[in-house]
């Protein structure tokens, strides 16, 4: 009994650690042309004899996402509008894989259940948003506000590309004063082009 108490204490503590400096759930639109797949994870209130905190990582399309995901966490990923399979596994053991036809403009909720254990044992499946957001306004997002934000927006001609919105809007910010060197005069327009060919063609 004591060490059941003591091992509740434990979890309780770390995953108080975890979500501290996390950003709490917002709702938020899918991005133009895209749905919004939203990711969560609940437990359960059965606790066995074990301090070992689950943690999930993510797989769209087969490709490995960045990092991991606890319970009362969530991740989001903006998608576009076509077939893709999302899989999850626990501790790196069990995989279960929830196959989707998004649609532009559409959020979805898929929720993990995580049980308490030492034997992998979870849930996962895809929710109602009303019965989502009951749940999921208790996480918090998993990754630090400091880290870099990455949309993962899934290509027709490639299984997945993973895009920084960060160096994008860096990228679009580049163009556009060239653009404006080229309204005022200062660059001609094959100049224009070069310089925005290479921006675009920069890692």
Known sequence: MKKAFSSLVILFTSLLI????????????????????????????????????PYYEIKINGKNMEGKIYPY????????????????????????????????????????????????????????????????KDTKYAKYEDSNMLDILVDDKKDTKTISTQKNSSKIQK???????????IITDQEFQKLKAEILDAN
């Open 73 to 136: 966490e969530y991740l989001k990923y903006n998608l576009n509008a076509d077939h893709v399979q999302i899989s999850v596994a626990r501790n790196d053991i069990e995989k279960k894989d929830i196959n989707l036809k998004l649609e532009r403009g559409n959020r979805y909720y898929l929720r993990i259940i995580s049980y308490s254990d030492e034997f992998g044992k979870y849930k996962f499946e895809q929710v109602l948003e009303y019965e989502a957001l009951k749940e999921i």
């Open 175 to 185: 163009i556009k004063d060239a653009h404006k060197l080229k309204e005022d005069g």
């Open 18 to 53: 975890i979500s501290c400096s996390k950003t709490p759930f917002k709702i938020e639109s899918p991005a133009t042309n895209s749905a919004l797949v939203y990711i969560y994870v609940m437990s359960d209130s059965s606790i066995n004899d074990t301090d070992r905190i």
